[in-house]
């Protein structure tokens, strides 16, 4: 019904930066928020970031201040530009859409597949 592709993952030396970019499409009327979370091995999948329709932002403890979550509503994308990265920002990255569908079965959270940051030296 709705579709979140990820793209910009890879492997960054630490200090270094990276764009994720995730891009919904399919049966969608409206995106209402959208967001990244983050699991590394071993753990559960934790909020990185949350935006919501009108721009209003908020971010995990351990990424404010390096971390920059935002979106382009016509094209139905999010983004989250991560700068100063670190060994312990290394995860597997998802977005998140909260959709409200052109159909009532489309209607709910959506999850991307997931994509791969690594930081290290």
């Known amino acids: 019904q709705v579709q979140l592709v990820e793209s910009g993952g890879g492997l960054v030396q630490p200090g270094g930066s990276l764009r994720l970019s995730c891009a919904a499409s399919?049966?969608?009327?409206?995106?209402?928020?959208m967001g990244w979370y983050r699991q590394a091995p071993g753990t559960q999948r934790v909020l990185v970031a949350h935006?919501?329709?009108?721009?209003?932002?908020n971010y995990a403890d351990s990424v404010k201040g390096r971390f920059t979550i935002s979106r382009d509503t016509a094209l139905n994308t999010v983004y989250l530009q991560m700068n100063s990265l670190k060994p312990e920002d290394t995860a597997v990255y998802y977005c998140?859409?909260?959709?409200?569908?052109?159909?009532?079965?489309?209607?709910?959270?959506?999850w991307g597949q997931g994509t791969q940051v690594t930081v290290s030296s």
């Open positions: 998140t859409a909260d959709v409200q569908g052109t159909v009532p079965t489309a209607t709910g959270r959506y």
């Open positions: 399919g049966s969608i009327f409206r995106i209402y928020a």
């Open positions: 935006i919501t329709r009108g721009g209003s932002t």
